[in-house]
C-alpha cells in the first residue's frame, strides 16, 4: 500500500468523521433551536386569530423551573359550543421577577377577557397576540448561531476532504 492510497484513506475518515459530527450538531440544533422557533411562529401566527369573550379563573404565582417566577393565569372560553380552559398568556418564555410575575396576575382579575384561539386547533389560545419576550428570540439566534454554524462548517469540512480524496 503507497503513500498515495494512505492518505487517500485518511482523507476519507476525516470526511465520514466530519459528516458525523455535522450530523450530531445539526441533531442538537433540531432539538434545541425548533421549540423557540416555534413559539416565535405561533406568535406571528396568532395575529389572525379569532377571539372569544372567556372568564378569568384563579390566577397565582408560580416558581419557574430555571428560577424566577411565572404568572399562572388560567380562563375558560367557548368556541362552537365547546368549552376549553387555557392558561397561556403569550407565547415564548415568559418568567422573571416576583414582582413582575405579580403585577401580570394582578392585572387579570376574576372576570371577562377576550381570548384568541387558533381555529385549526381552539384548544390552543393566548391572552396576548404577537407578543414576544426578547429573550425568545435571542435564545434561538444564539440557538442556531451555536449549533447550526459548527454544523455547517463540519459538512463545508468534510466536501473539502471527499473532493481531495479524487
Known amino acids: ?4 492510497s494512505q492518505t487517500k484513506s485518511a482523507a476519507v475518515v476525516r470526511a465520514v468523521l466530519l459528516t458525523l459530527t455535522a450530523l450530531v450538531f445539526l441533531a442538537l440544533t433540531w432539538m434545541f433551536a425548533v421549540p423557540p422557533a416555534r413559539e416565535i411562529w405561533y406568535a406571528y401566527e396568532s395575529r389572525t386569530w379569532p377571539s372569544a369573550q372567556g372568564l ?3 390566577a397565582q404565582v408560580v416558581r419557574g423551573s430555571r428560577g424566577g417566577s411565572i ?3 388560567t380562563y375558560a372560553y367557548v368556541v362552537d ?6 392558561n397561556r398568556l403569550q407565547f415564548g418564555y415568559v418568567n422573571g421577577s416576583a414582582e413582575w410575575a405579580e403585577s401580570v ?3 387579570f382579575p376574576v372576570g371577562p377577557v377576550k381570548v384568541y384561539y387558533s ?6 389560545s393566548v ?4 407578543a414576544l ?5 435571542v435564545f434561538a439566534l444564539a440557538l442556531l448561531a451555536t449549533l447550526g454554524g459548527p454544523a455547517l462548517w463540519c459538512l463545508f469540512q468534510a466536501r473539502k476532504q471527499f473532493r481531495a480524496r479524487r
Not at 500500500?1 to 498515495?4: L, Q, V
Open 119 to 124: 381555529p385549526s386547533a381552539p384548544h390552543e
Open 1 to 4: 500500500m503507497g503513500f498515495h
Open 105 to 107: 396576575v394582578s392585572s
Open 127 to 130: 391572552l396576548f397576540v404577537d
Open 56 to 58: 378569568i379563573g384563579p
Open 81 to 86: 359550543n365547546h368549552g376549553y380552559v387555557g
Open 133 to 137: 419576550r426578547l429573550e425568545t428570540y
Open 71 to 73: 404568572p399562572k393565569v
